[in-house]
């Protein structure tokens, strides 16, 4: 049995991690003899690189694109062998864009913006003492902060960031507006990892100025759709969700 370990519901999400729903995409697609159940923990300090989600399965794998790897590994190469050296070379560039520049943008829309750190507070925090959720929520902020100048996306304007972020929408949305997945004509796990970016961004309650983007591109919040209703695995809270 393979447990997955990931965060608790927040901001109307049932999954609020697009690397947590990433893996539990995957865990089903595989579909075999892959049973596996899923743990939440609300704090990633206690995940063993300090960041979510991890799978125990007799050993313990942290990071979502190992988890993948030992996966597929698992499964004999049941996520990537049968995927042509082209296929790998989009998802793979897809999947880099998505996770290590569109998912800081959306980090930094939830947590740097002064009104949506509320919810972020609310919802990752409320568990706490009061005295200490505050001190603890503040740090973890300022750790963000850190993290986002590091990056290089926080040393740009607002303007800035919401253009850069722009760019990668609309090349997410015109490469699924021609192409049903990522990769072409097949669903591969390289549209769980765009997906689940995607879903976050758009269905997160309330919506971030970044949401406000995605919109702009109905293309997106379709190609998100598609995926997690193949997949019957899904980013929002469906028990909570409004038709």
Known sequence: MITLYTLPAAFNLRNPSPFCLKVEMALTYLDLDLEFD??????????????????????????????????DKKTNGGLFSHLTEQEKAVGTAFTRLAEDHLYWIMVAARWLDDDWFKVVKKDFFSFMPAPIGFLVSRLARKQVRKTYQLHGLGRHTMQEQAEFARKDLQAIAAHTSTHPYITGERLTAY?????SIVAGLIDNKPATWLSAIAEETPALRDYAERIQSEMNVYCRDLTTAVA
Do not use: C, H, R
């Open 191 to 195: 549209d769980f990892a765009v997906a």
């Open 38 to 71: 899923v743990v939440t923990e609300a704090n990633p300090g206690k995940a063993p690189k300090g960041k979510m989600p991890w799978i125990v399965d007799g050993d313990i794998i942290p990071d979502s694109e190992l988890i993948l790897d030992y996966l």
